[in-house]
């Protein structure tokens, strides 16, 4: 390995900490692609000077940021990048996040069909329980890899045509607002890690019961009038949710709440959950 830089032994940064940021660069600059295998720790133990409990705590240290993973006997590799989704900052989709960064986003329409409401998703559209809803039940894919299933619930009269719209490669919030008038203007949205079910493992590409991101959505137009609910469940790997937090200050200096949702945990992947509905 030619690294860039070396170990700064005049400083008071631990060393463990300064060869994580070195790797880190080198993942960063392109010279480690996502899945390639990192130099093993004999190596990096010559390179940098350093002994093995410093290559051992700077590699633990870039496994629990999710830059690498590491894997018994065969050594240390590159994680695959993982798609920032942004919560709180605008009600755009994953569709204009994926291609914004420049990526490809695929659908696999696995339902798209008018059903009476059940009780719980009439609760969330505001309608009767039997109302005629449309669901739209998609697996996404991210650059040809399995990432969201997302299974989408909406009034059938806001957008009766959406039953005719191919939606393997379209947003939903594109068809709602170009083809049918419906603007979305808010939503809520929750976020926590659950257990893939042996459904949702198969289509995602993991193993049974491993973690993922479970979230779900209620968006409203701009009458208030609730437009769609959604269940989306995430490959936590893969995506990482990014919150922008804002402290009020009140008249005494104190801090205060701005109506914002409150946070029951935080997503090691850097966040996740209202006012921006990155599934559709």
């Not at 060869?19 to 480690?32: K, S």
């Not at 496994?63 to 690498?68: A, F, K, P, T």
């Not at 205060?256 to 559709?280: Q, Y």
Request: glycine share 10%; proline share 5%.
């Amino acid at each position: 390995m030619n690294a860039t830089r070396s170990i700064y032994r005049e400083s008071p940064v631990p060393y463990y900490y300064q060869l994580e940021r070195i790797l880190i660069e080198e993942i960063e600059a392109g010279r480690f692609e996502p899945g390639d295998r990192l130099p093993g720790e004999h190596d990096l133990c010559e390179t940098f000077d350093v002994s093995r409990t410093v290559v051992r705590q700077a590699l633990s240290g870039l496994e629990n940021e999710g830059w690498v993973t590491r894997r018994k006997g065969r050594g240390t590799f590159v994680a695959p990048r993982k798609v920032s989704e942004s919560l709180f900052q605008s009600l755009t989709g994953l569709f204009e996040d994926v291609t914004f960064r420049g990526g490809t986003l695929r659908s696999e329409v696995r339902k798209l069909e008018g059903v009476p409401a059940p009780a719980s998703v009439a609760a969330e559209l505001g309608l009767e329980e039997g109302t005629q809803i449309i669901v739209l039940d998609r697996l996404r894919f991210v650059d040809g890899v399995p990432w969201v299933v997302a299974t989408s619930y909406l009034p059938y009269d806001l957008c009766p045509r959406l039953l005719d719209e191919d939606m393997e490669e379209q947003s939903l919030y594109a068809v709602l607002e170009e083809g049918c008038g419906v603007r979305i203007s808010h939503g809520s949205r929750s976020v926590e890690a659950v257990a893939a079910s042996a459904e949702d493992a198969g289509a995602l590409g993991l193993g049974e019961r491993d973690p993922i991101l479970l979230l779900r959505s209620t968006s409203y137009g701009e009458n208030g009038r609730p437009v769609e609910h959604f269940v989306a469940r995430h490959r936590g790997d893969l995506s990482r949710f990014e919150v922008n937090l804002l402290r009020h200050r009140d008249g005494n200096g104190s801090g205060t709440p701005v109506g914002a949702p409150t946070m029951i945990a935080s997503v090691n992947n850097s966040g996740g959950a209202a006012g921006k509905n990155t599934d559709v």
